[in-house]
C-alpha cells in the first residue's frame, strides 16, 4: 500500500471528504458524477446533512489517502501504552499512558511526515480520530473530532478556496462521525447531541426552507439512533418519540419518512408497546398492534401516504384477526401477488393464526440489532427513499455470519473509516467487542477480489478449504499494489497451515514461469505452421513517419523475454498479435516518449470448491480479455501437503480471431439447496470456439477427463448447469418444438450423452440429488446420477403424485432454497442420511426429505414433510433444526417497488406458524443459526431481559443495514 505525495498537492481539504452522502440526495446520480461532492445541493444554501458516503461497498477514489493514512497509523502505533511505574512514582496511572500515547503519536507523527508533509499535515489528526475510534478510545476520538470541527475557520487560507458554505459543511460532517460512533457503541444519547450540534452548524447559513430540511434530517438521525442496541421498553419508547417528532407534520413528511418510521416500530421494535405499564407478553402484543393501527390511521389520512402504507394497515389488521378490513385494505394495494387464483386475501395465514391463537399472536421480536452507517434518505425523481444501507465498507457475498473461535458474531466485512478489519459483536446483546489493537482480518470464507478499488489495499485472507479433522487449512492471501496512475496490481500467496507444515505457495510467480512456457511454446507452433505473422514498427527519417517491417521470432523472443524480467504484461496478445510492441523503446513519432508500460496483471475473479479436496481458482492474466473472463485455471488439490505444493495450471488456447476464455458453468453451490462440493467429482468448462462449444471436463486432480465439441444452435442447446457425482447434466429447450430433455454427461462411465425426453420443459432446479423440472402441465422429478423417475409414496401433500409427476398443475417459479443433511431412524432402527430440502413451488414452501444414497432396488423416495401456503413470493429459507423448525422470508412487492419489503415467517416442522416478523427490506439476509449454552453470570443478579439465557438464536441482516438477532427457543 502506497501513498503518492503528489497526488495530494494542490487539492482542497474539503476533496478528501467528498465521499459524503446527503439524506437528501440522488446517491445513483452522485455515484456517476463522484466530482460533485454537494451533489444536488443548492450552491446558495446548505440543504443536506454530510456523512460518509458509500454505495455497494464501494468507496470513492478521492477518500484512498485518508484511509491509506487511517490503517498506516494504526499499524504503527503500539498495541499497548505501558508505562514505568517505578521511574515517577507520584504520577497516577492514568496519566503515566496517558503520557506514553501521546508520545508514541508523536514518534509516529515524525516518521510519517518526514515522507508525507502535506498529507500529514491536513489529514493527521482526522485519521487518528478514526484510529481511536477503530480501538475502542472513544474519549479521545470524540475529543479529536470536536477538536476538528472546532479548528475550522471559514476565514483561513484553506477554507477560502472552498465555497462560502463548505467549511460549515465540513465542520457538521465531523459532529456527525461523532454521533455515529456513539450510536455504534451504545449511546444513542451523546450521539443525539452530536446530530443537533450538526444541524445548529449547518443551520447557521442558508436560507429558511433549508433550516427545515436540516432539522428535519437531524431528527432522522436522532430516532434511527434508538433503533439499534438491545431492543427493549427503553428503546422503543424513544425510537417511537424520536419518529412521532420527524412525523410530527405529515404534510411536509416525505412519503418514505413515513414508511421508515412504521419500519422502525413494526420490525426493530416488534411486539414493543410503548405503554409503561403493561407487564405480560400478551398484552404487551396486544397494545403494540393497536398502537401501531392507531399510527397508521393517523398518516394515511394523507391521501399521498396511502401508496406504500396501506400494506403496512393491512398487515396490523391482518394481526389482529380482522378479515374483512384487511382485504379492503389489500385492494388499493398495486401488486400482482396480492390476488391468487381464489381470490381470498394473501395475508390469510395471519388471520387464521390470530383467530385460532388461544394467547396472543405470535410476533417475532428482535432481541437486539447493530448498525455501522447511517440511515439514508434520498430523493429519486421526486419521490423520497430510505437507501437500503451496506453493513459495512467491504463485505462478502455470502456475508457468512458465524461464532468465531473466541465466542464473537462476526463475519465477512470490514470498515475502512474507523479502521476496524473485522468486526466483533457480543452474539448476546450485540455489542462491538474490541478484541485485537490494532484489529486483524479474519480469514473470509468468500474471495474479496471481484471488486476493485481501495477497499482491497489491505491484504484480507480467504479461507479457500478447511478440515477440522485434520486440523489442515488453506487461505488466499491477495496483495494489492497502488501504482502512480491507479493501476491495481495482485499477488497471490496461498497459505498452508496444519500441525506439521506452514507455507506459503507464491502462485503469482508459479503462473507467470509457466505461461512463459506455455505461450512461447503456442507462439512457436503456430509461426512453423505459418499461422503466425511478425511484425515489428520502425521509424522512416526520409518519411518522418513509422511503418511495419517483417520481424524474426527471435526478435519477438528477445521482446518477450525483456516483458517477463521488467515484469511488464507479455501476454501472448500483446508481444505476437497486436500492433507491434514498443514498449520501452523511444520512437520519435510518439514525440520521444517512452511507451507506457502495462504491468503484468493478475485478476482473481472466483473460486469453487469440487470433490472431497479440491479448490479451483478462476483467474484473468490477458489484457486482451474482458476483465471478469477466466483465461486461466488453478487446480489445488488439498488432500495432502505434497500434493499442494504441485498446482496444476491450464491456459486457454490462443489463436486466430477472439481470445478464448472458460466459462464456468457447473461450480457447485455453497450457500443454498443445490448440490454441495462433496456431491460433485468433476466440474465442467464451456470455451466458444467459433460455431462449436468446447466443453472441458475435470477431475478433482486438474486432469482433463472429458473433452466434447458441439455446433452451437441458438433454438436447441445444452448448456451444463449442474453436477452430481461424476455426471453433469443441463435443460435443453427445443424452442421450434414443444418437446425438450434433459441431457447428461457421465464422465466416470465415459458414455456420451444421455437424455430424457420431456414435453414443453420450462426450468429445472437441483437439490442436492433430486432433480425438479418445471414443465407446462406438472412436476417432474429425477434422480441425479441416474435420471429416473422418483416416486413419492408416502407424500402428506394433498397434491396428486403418479409416475414422477408432482404437482400435475402449471407453475409460475419453482426453487430450491436451503437444504440440511440430517439423520433419521428407518423402520429397521437403523441411522439413514437424509437431505432436507426446502422446496418452493409458486406461493407453496415444502419440506423435503430424500436418502442421500440409492437403494439396490432403484432410486430412492422422495417424502413430503410439509407444506404451507405463504400466499407470497418466497426470496431466502433456512432450515434449522428438528426441535426449531425453518425460517422462510416472503415478500408482496414487485421487485422494483421503491417501499420494496419482505416479510419473516417461522415454521415449525410440522406446518405451524410459530413466529413472524414483519416488513425487513431487500434480501439476502444471510441467516445463521446456532444452540448458545448461555453466558455464566452471578445467580443473585436479577435481569429483565433474557439476552444472556440458553436457547436458539437466529442471526441475519434486516435489509435496513444492519445485523440483527432473535431468539427462537
Known amino acids: ?45 446548505i440543504r443536506s446533512l454530510p456523512v460518509k458516503y458509500c454505495s455497494n461497498g464501494e468507496t470513492f477514489s478521492n477518500h484512498w489517502h485518508l484511509v491509506a493514512l487511517v490503517h498506516t497509523i494504526d499499524l504503527m502505533l503500539p498495541v499497548s501504552f505501558k508505562h514505568d511505574s517505578c521511574s515517577s512514582p507520584d504520577i497516577s496511572d492514568d496519566v503515566a499512558i496517558s503520557r506514553a500515547r501521546q508520545t508514541a503519536v508523536i514518534k509516529v507523527k515524525i516518521a510519517l511526515k518526514a515522507r508525507y508533509p502535506k498529507l500529514v499535515e491536513h489529514l493527521f489528526d482526522t485519521a487518528l480520530a478514526y484510529v481511536w475510534w477503530g480501538r475502542g478510545q472513544l474519549p479521545q476520538a470524540s475529543q479529536m473530532l470536536y477538536q476538528a470541527a472546532k479548528n475550522i475557520d471559514p476565514l483561513s487560507a484553506d477554507m477560502k478556496k472552498m465555497k462560502s458554505f463548505e467549511p460549515y459543511l465540513l465542520k457538521a460532517m465531523y459532529l456527525n462521525e461523532a454521533g455515529l460512533m456513539y450510536s455504534m457503541f451504545g449511546d444513542p444519547r451523546a450521539a443525539a447531541k452530536c ?177 455501522c452507517s447511517y440511515p439514508i434518505v434520498s430523493k429519486k425523481n421526486s419521490f423520497y427513499y430510505i437507501c437500503v444501507n451496506v453493513l459495512a465498507d467491504r463485505q462478502g457475498e455470502p456475508l457468512n455470519l458465524h461464532i468465531n473461535d473466541e465466542g ?19 452474539p448476546y446483546n450485540g ?18 477480489c471481484k471488486h476493485y478499488g481501495i477497499e482491497e489495499l489491505l491484504p484480507m485472507p480467504c479461507c479457500i478449504y478447511s478440515d477440522t479433522k485434520q486440523h489442515v487449512s488453506a487461505n488466499l492471501v491477495t496483495i494489492q499494489q497502488l501504482e502512480r496512475n491507479c493501476y491495481f496490481n495482485q499477488s497471490f500467496y496461498v497459505q498452508w497451515k496444519s500441525p506439521e507444515h506452514f507455507h506459503h505457495l507464491n502462485l503469482r510467480k508459479i503462473i507467470r514461469q509457466r505461461l512463459k512456457e506455455h505461450i512461447l511454446k503456442q507462439a512457436r507452433e503456430c509461426y512453423d505452421n505459418g499461422e503466425l505473422t511478425l511484425k515489428k514498427l520502425v521509424y522512416d527519417d526520409s518519411k518522418g513517419r513509422d511503418h511495419c517491417e517483417k520481424s524474426s521470432f527471435e526478435e519477438k523472443k528477445k521482446k518477450f523475454d525483456e516483458h517477463y524480467e521488467r515484469g511488464w504484461d507479455f501476454s501472448y496478445s500483446h508481444i505476437f498479435q497486436d500492433y ?47 476483465i471478469q473472463s477466466n483465461d486461466t485455471l488453478v487446480f489445488l488439490d488439498m488432500s495432502s501437503f505434497e500434493a499442494f505444493c504441485k498446482p496444476v495450471i491450464h491456459f486457454v488456447e490462443h489463436g486466430k480471431g477472439t481470445a478464448r476464455v472458460f466459462e464456468p458453468t457447473t461450480i457447485p453451490s455453497t450457500v443454498y439447496g443445490g448440490p454441495s462440493h462433496q456431491d460433485v467429482n468433476v466440474i465442467g468448462f464451456v470455451t466458444p470456439d467459433g460455431r462449436n462449444t468446447v466443453v472441458t471436463v475435470f477431475d478433482e486432480f486438474g486432469t482433463v477427463v472429458k473433452t466434447s465439441s458441439e455446433a452451437r444452435n441458438a433454438n436447441n442447446s445444452c448448456i451444463l448447469t449442474h453436477g452430481v457425482g461424476s455426471t453433469l447434466f443441463g435443460l435443453v429447450i427445443d424452442k421450434d418444438e414443444e418437446m425438450g430433455r434433459i441431457e447428461a454427461l457421465d464422465v466416470k462411465k465415459n458414455t456420451r450423452w444421455n437424455s430424457v425426453d420431456l414435453f414443453q420443459p420450462k426450468e429445472m432446479v437441483v437439490g442436492h440429488n433430486t432433480i425438479f423440472v418445471q414443465t407446462l402441465t406438472a412436476l417432474v422429478l429425477l434422480d441425479a446420477p441416474t435420471l429416473l423417475q422418483i416416486d413419492i409414496p408416502f407424500s402428506n401433500a394433498k397434491d396428486e403424485v403418479s409416475d414422477g409427476q408432482w404437482l400435475n398443475k402449471e407453475l409460475q417459479a419453482i426453487n430450491v432454497l436451503a437444504s440440511k443433511k440430517i439423520t433419521r431412524l428407518d423402520l429397521s432402527g437403523k441411522e439413514v442420511e437424509l437431505y432436507r430440502i426446502i422446496f418452493t413451488a409458486d406461493t407453496k414452501v415444502y419440506l423435503l426429505d430424500r436418502p442421500c444414497q440409492n437403494s439396490d432396488e432403484g432410486p430412492s423416495h422422495l417424502n413430503v414433510v410439509t407444506e404451507v401456503d405463504v400466499r407470497g413470493i418466497v426470496t431466502e429459507a433456512c432450515y434449522i433444526s428438528e426441535e426449531v423448525g425453518f425460517v422462510v422470508t416472503v415478500t408482496l412487492n414487485e421487485k422494483a417497488d421503491s417501499c420494496y419489503r419482505e416479510h419473516l415467517y417461522w415454521y415449525s416442522n410440522h406446518g405451524d406458524l410459530r413466529g413472524f416478523l414483519p416488513f425487513l427490506g431487500k434480501g439476502p439476509h444471510h441467516f445463521y443459526s446456532v444452540h448458545l449454552c448461555g453466558k455464566e453470570t452471578d445467580t443473585e443478579m436479577v435481569t429483565d431481559t433474557q439476552t444472556d439465557t440458553q436457547g436458539w438464536y437466529l442471526y441475519f441482516t434486516d435489509g435496513h443495514g444492519a445485523i440483527c438477532c432473535t431468539k427462537l427457543l
Open 408 to 426: 464473537y458474531l462476526t463475519g465477512d466485512l470490514y470498515l475502512n473509516l474507523p479502521s476496524m478489519r473485522g468486526l466483533h459483536l457480543d
Open 431 to 448: 455489542s462491538v467487542c474490541i478484541v485485537h489493537t490494532p484489529s486483524i482480518s479474519e480469514p473470509w470464507q468468500q474471495s474479496p
Open 195 to 371: 446530530y443537533h450540534h450538526a444541524a445548529d452548524v449547518s443551520c447557521s447559513t442558508g436560507s429558511l426552507e433549508s433550516q427545515e430540511w436540516l432539522v428535519l434530517q437531524s431528527l432522522i438521525l436522532t430516532a434511527a439512533a434508538w433503533d439499534q442496541g438491545l431492543m427493549d421498553k427503553k428503546s422503543a419508547v424513544n425510537s417511537c418519540s424520536g419518529w412521532n417528532a420527524v412525523t410530527a407534520s405529515p404534510k411536509d413528511c416525505p412519503l418514505e419518512v413515513a414508511c421508515a418510521a412504521m419500519d422502525a416500530f413494526l420490525c426493530f421494535h416488534a411486539g414493543m408497546s410503548t405503554d409503561p405499564c403493561i407487564k405480560s407478553r400478551e398484552d404487551e402484543i396486544r397494545a403494540w398492534l393497536y398502537e401501531a393501527k392507531a399510527k397508521l390511521e393517523n398518516l394515511l389520512k394523507i391521501p399521498s401516504m396511502s401508496q406504500s402504507l396501506n400494506l403496512h394497515y393491512a398487515f396490523v389488521l391482518a394481526m389482529l384477526g380482522l378479515e374483512s378490513e384487511s382485504l379492503h385494505v389489500l385492494r388499493r394495494f398495486p401488486a400482482r401477488q396480492i390476488w391468487d387464483s381464489t381470490r381470498s386475501s394473501v395475508l390469510q395465514p395471519l388471520i387464521d393464526v390470530s383467530r385460532t391463537q388461544t394467547t396472543c399472536f405470535p410476533v417475532l421480536s428482535m432481541l437486539w440489532r447493530r448498525q
Open 1 to 45: 500500500m502506497g501513498i503518492n505525495e503528489k497526488d495530494f498537492c494542490g487539492k482542497e481539504i474539503f476533496s478528501y471528504f467528498a465521499n459524503e452522502r446527503f439524506i437528501t440526495e440522488d446517491v445513483v446520480q452522485r455515484k456517476d458524477n463522484p466530482s460533485e461532492h454537494i451533489g444536488n445541493v443548492n450552491r446558495e444554501t
Open 580 to 626: 507491434p510492441c514498443i514498449c520501452g523503446e523511444r520512437i520519435k513519432a510518439k514525440l520521444n516518449k517512452y511507451p507506457v508500460k502495462a504491468k503484468f496483471d493478475i485478476r482473481l475473479n472466483n473460486v469453487a470448491r469440487y470433490g472431497k479436496a479440491t479448490v479451483v481458482l478462476m483467474l484473468n492474466v490477458s489484457h486482451k480479455n474482458w
